[in-house]
């Protein structure tokens, strides 16, 4: 679903935030990307995004090389793809309906589909009675799960989330952990960077290392450190 | 549908949530339109006066007494056969003091001291082509009736060569204002923008293409550009109808056609929208990037 092919990412300046990783997600995989701050995690989401280019190597997301993909497609490969982030990235002056509504009006489906969309998710993540409300009228938590009722209200077959709770307590994080690990049973691929090493242990998915832009461990069932440290 | 009615939508929630913003835009555009309409206006009252003047008389031959009406006559026919004269027609005494009074009729007790017998009679003349006017006063310069010869033409080259001028800078000013209201409304939507730069970017990040982004934005600018453009041709009829009641026995009559004025306001009115359309556009471009 997800490959990456000796990928590298040097910014201006001579920067390497990324150098020579390659992996495989598979469709229906749980990934967590782990490692210290500026190992490369966040510009590996944002090359799978687009948001970046890649300075070498392909990238194919969902069967499509994304480093050849023209400027004009970028919408399309977005659209395919459901982003979480730690800042939770919400329109301030929509309300939580609005706000996961966006998400399919960008794609030009109709008002109804959109209206049975919105409330089939909201009521997934459990914000069904809090549809009128503004972002800044609710708390962290709720903020992440109308972030993740937005990215998985199109039903896409990819969820990449980049410190989903790093703004989170610990007992919020479980209940967004539960609810993307709901998301994944459904069949959809989920990335995550996290710094969260409980979260990880918790779930015990597939975990990639990530140390000053390499790949240094790309491990099933693991735990946020090697299980052969342990 | 619905995408076009939902992006309308957003363009006046933005207009509302910018409502300060959007009415400097919108006053500002107003002056320079308003300006841009008025240069216009100005230039047609220009050419509408000269052109009263041009189709009047070119010359007039004041002629003596002497000789009474059948050597004036034959000078007529004479002036008639010179051939930068397009026409040349007698007006007698009695003619010269109807003329008079019709000139004068709100003085009274000026018309009342003047007598027919008291004005010349005298050949009104309209040439081809006015600049010709001195080779006209050439052959008739000594001639034993001759008064006095009265070259309207003189006036009419300088009013001309004014007109030339003033429709120079009637057009400067146009562009120049024209120009302005692109650059403020490219401006006023560049704030705009900026002030929502992080909403675009989440919008880009949820799959929004870049004309789904743009559209609210052009839509208003183009807004703007209209609002601004229909105060600037209400403020120049309002102005043009104030000038209208201006006495028309001045030199110049402030009195354009309603057809050109019509069309003109149609005209500053699609400016105004299009200049709102180039503005946004320009305002946005840089960032759309991905």
């Known amino acids: ?230 | 549908m619905s995408t076009l009615l939902f992006l309308i939508g957003e363009a006046f929630v933005n207009l509302r949530r910018n409502a300060l913003v959007a009415t400097g835009a919108i006053l500002a555009v107003f002056v320079s339109l308003a300006l841009a309409f008025g240069a216009l206006v100005f230039n047609e009252l220009v050419r509408v006066n000269t052109l009263q003047w041009q189709e009047g008389d070119h010359l007039i031959i004041f002629l003596k007494d002497e000789g009474g009406p059948v050597a004036h006559s034959e000078l007529l026919s004479q002036i008639n056969d010179y051939p930068e004269v397009k026409n040349a027609w007698y007006l007698d005494k009695a003619g010269a003091y109807q003329e008079f009074l019709e000139i004068y009729s709100d003085q009274p007790a000026l018309a009342a001291t003047v007598t027919a017998a008291d004005l010349p009679a005298s050949i009104r003349v309209e040439l081809e082509d006015i600049s010709t006017y001195q080779e006209v006063q050439f052959r008739l310069v000594g001639h034993p009736l001759l008064r006095r010869l009265s070259v309207f033409s003189e006036g009419i080259e300088r009013l001309l060569s004014l007109t030339g001028v003033l429709n120079s800078i009637g057009i400067g000013l146009v562009v120049l204002m024209g120009a302005s209201a692109v650059v403020l409304i490219a401006n006023t939507i560049r704030m705009a923008i900026y002030a929502r730069r992080e909403e675009i970017a989440i919008m880009k990040l949820v799959g929004a293409g870049n004309w789904f982004i743009r559209v609210p934005f052009i839509i208003e600018g183009a807004t703007v550009g209209l609002l601004g453009g229909g105060l600037a041709a209400a403020a120049v009829f309002a102005s043009h109808n104030l000038l209208e009641r201006i006495p028309t026995d001045i030199l110049i009559r402030f009195q354009a056609d309603q057809g050109f004025l019509l069309s003109r306001a149609i005209l500053i009115l699609a400016f105004g929208g299009l200049a709102g359309f180039i503005g946004s556009s320009l305002g946005l471009r840089r960032f759309l990037r991905v």
């Open chain 1, 1 to 230: 679903m997800i490959r990456l092919h000796n990928v590298a990412k040097v910014y201006d300046g001579g920067v390497v935030a990324v150098q020579e990783v390659s992996m495989d997600v598979r469709k229906g995989e749980f990934v967590f990307l782990v490692g210290p701050s500026g190992s490369g995690k966040s510009t590996l989401i944002r090359m799978c995004l687009r948001e970046e280019k890649a300075t070498r190597g392909k990238i194919w997301v969902a069967g499509k090389d994304i480093t050849k993909l023209p400027t004009w497609r970028v919408p399309y490969l977005r659209r395919t793809v459901g982003t979480i982030f730690q800042d939770f990235k919400l329109l301030p002056t929509k309300t939580v309906a609005e706000n996961v509504a966006f998400a399919l009006k960008v794609t030009g489906c109709p008002r109804s589909i959109v209206r049975r969309q919105v409330n089939t998710v909201l009521e997934l993540v459990g914000l069904s009675a809090k549809t009128d409300r503004y972002p800044r009228q609710l708390s962290g938590g709720e903020q992440q799960r109308v972030s993740i009722a937005r990215a998985f209200v199109n039903r896409p077959p990819i969820l990449l989330a980049d410190e989903p709770t790093g703004n989170l307590d610990p007992a919020t994080s479980v209940g967004i952990m539960r609810l993307l690990d709901r998301i994944n049973r459904t069949g959809t691929t989920v990335m995550m960077a996290t710094h969260d090493f409980a979260i990880v242990d918790a779930m015990r998915r597939r975990v990639v290392q990530l140390d000053r832009g390499r790949v240094v461990r790309d491990q099933s069932g693991s735990g946020y450190e090697s299980s052969d440290e342990t």
